[in-house]
């Protein structure tokens, strides 16, 4: 009696499927490595990479009115001093209003948190019977990690700049990069990856798609920390909610990290509202952080990025606190910029090749 045939695709090559395997192993060890090197070189480096990366977000912030100048007829020196200078007199002076405020409230804000942590505790001890020492055993050890947190980070990447000659290293270095850039910064690209031949009209159009993204993201997170600011400081003042232009500054600065800050600065309007106007209004006040964060992320940030930049809230959480821990608060700050980054210069390099016209568009226009 003859065995039947088996079906086709019933039988499972092993070895290839081991081969496969191995290989697909061996590319994320690659990966991993190569990931690992330049995280290593990027914090050994941090004197200079930490004013390389906030140069390159603020040449994304101004260099399309620089070359919007230029294209009208101004000449390229005198409109990148133009954009620069103006540009920095007024995210400089928009920042010192900001941290004058925050530090100007700092006792005020201190004193309600600690009339908030009062009453939540004496609250959970009638109510929820719980041990009014035990939780300020708790509370001791909480503020306790917040310290040790605050501190690290502190230390990270910013340790580099623990001197007043490093500061001032750091921010003239900056500001060199950041004429640079502005100035040259198409020029300097097309230069960069003209010997790469083969890949050269690829990598011109990734260079143009990552500065595009940069551009639409840091224009949006300065719009949307300034609409985050004003919509919840004109909710706290029409609860009556003390300490408005504080929390309203808090916000502002919060609204740089994506995601977590939004949320922590939420958290701190909400404690205050409820220890100076009791639940109620405290429960309106976090209906209203809600909904302006609600406007950001449906609204806000397709209008003003578009649906190429946004990377989904998982992955912008994962990215916020891999900087963290990595570079401290430099970290934080651009950490996601630097996902999208890659995510769109990955993207572009493995998409099909265009045709040649198209590739000598796009970097004629890089090199503009």
């Keep these: 009696m003859t065995t039947p045939p088996e079906p086709a695709g019933a039988r499972v090559d092993v070895g290839r499927v081991l081969r496969s395997l191995a290989a697909w192993s061996l590319r994320l060890l690659l990966i991993a490595g190569a990931v690992w090197l330049v995280v290593t070189v990027v914090g050994r480096l941090s004197v200079v990479t ?94 306790g990690w917040v310290t040790g947190q605050k501190d690290s980070l502190v230390s990270g990447v910013w340790g580099a700049f623990s001197t007043v000659g490093s500061v001032l290293t750091g921010v003239v270095l900056t500001l060199f990069i950041l004429v640079m850039l502005v100035h040259d910064g198409p020029r300097l690209w097309a230069g960069l990856i003209r010997p790469f031949a083969p890949q050269r009209h690829r990598l011109a159009e990734a260079g143009r798609r990552v500065f595009g993204e940069l551009s639409a993201y840091a224009r949006a997170t300065v719009a949307i920390a300034v609409i985050d600011a004003v919509g919840i400081g004109v909710g706290l003042w029409a609860t009556g909610v003390p300490l408005v232009v504080p929390l309203a500054a808090v916000v502002f600065l919060g609204a740089f990290v994506p995601l977590v800050g939004a949320f922590v600065s939420g958290l701190l309007a909400v404690a205050v509202a409820l220890v100076s106007q009791g639940p109620v209004v405290a429960v309106i006040v976090a209906l209203i952080v809600i909904g302006v964060q609600q406007l950001e992320g449906n609204v806000l940030e397709p209008l003003l990025m578009g649906n190429a930049v946004r990377l989904h809230a998982l992955v912008v959480v994962l990215a916020v606190a891999i900087g963290v821990h990595l570079a401290g608060v430099a970290g934080a700050l651009l950490a996601v910029p630097l996902v999208a980054a890659v995510r769109t210069a990955t993207v572009t390099l493995l998409e099909a090749p265009a045709s040649s016209e198209d590739s000598e568009d796009s970097e004629d226009e890089v090199a503009t």
Excluded: C, H, I
């Design 50 to 143: 930490v004013p390389f990366g906030v140069a390159v977000l603020l040449a994304a912030l101004f260099g399309p009115p620089a070359r919007w100048l230029v294209g009208r007829g101004v000449p390229r020196g005198l409109a990148t001093a133009g954009v620069v200078v103006g540009g920095l007199a007024v995210v400089g002076g928009l920042l010192w209003f900001v941290v004058r405020s925050v530090v100007a409230g700092m006792p005020a804000l201190g004193n309600s948190l600690g009339e908030s942590y009062g009453r939540l505790r004496d609250w959970a001890a009638g109510t929820l019977g719980l041990d009014a020492d035990e939780l300020n055993r708790l509370a001791g050890q909480a503020k």
